[in-house]
């Protein structure tokens, strides 16, 4: 909040402000990032994440951290990253903790495209995991992300769900934090 201050008042660019040895570090960075995902995404292999039964299929990190290893450049840069700024952080940007909680959400919500929304309102959260109907006429699932996020998909299962849903109620449990996503997607499961 000082650097934007301080930009505002003396109007000096981010360039001026860092210096253009910093700005070319970022980029270098950034670049690297958006190389290793292009090579990835290319080659259709997955980036990060785990499946459903907890074997490692992303391949990111593994591949990122390679590339760091053979270009010095980049390990030397890497270096004097903060932690809370690499793609590669455990934590958000801004230090907040990734959450897991499962959920079920007992009521009128079979029938009704409670899956489908249940799905899209938590892509529009950035989150991840699974939703699925039950045997019992319940829906139940895993969310996974920033706490904050976590506990707005929350106050949305319990309170508001699909258009033609009736939720009696929701509940929630194994709520903790995690260290990395096991999700890549939200997905339905059936």
């Known amino acids: 909040m000082a650097n934007y201050r301080r930009r505002a008042e003396t109007g000096e660019s981010t360039v001026q402000l860092l210096g253009p040895t910093q700005i070319e570090k970022n980029r270098y960075y950034v670049k690297s990032i958006g190389e290793a995902v292009q090579f990835l995404a290319v080659n259709e292999l997955p980036l990060r994440g785990h499946n459903h039964e907890g074997g490692e299929e992303g391949l990111f990190l593994k591949f990122f951290d390679y590339t760091i290893k053979k270009d010095a450049k980049l390990a030397e840069i890497v270096k004097y990253i903060p932690d809370n700024a690499k793609y590669t952080s455990n934590t958000m940007a801004n230090n907040e903790k990734l959450t897991t909680v499962d959920y079920e959400v007992f009521g009128r919500v079979q029938g009704v495209f ?77």
């Open 114 to 190: 409670f899956r489908k929304y249940t799905q899209a309102e938590g892509k529009k959260l950035g989150l991840v995991g699974w939703v699925q109907n039950t045997e019992q006429g319940t829906v139940r699932g895993q969310l996974q992300g920033p706490n904050s996020k976590i506990q707005a998909m929350k106050a949305w299962l319990k309170n508001k769900g699909s258009p033609k849903s009736r939720i009696d109620k929701a509940e929630f449990s194994n709520e903790k934090d995690i260290q990395k996503l096991v999700f890549e997607d939200f997905t339905v499961r059936k």
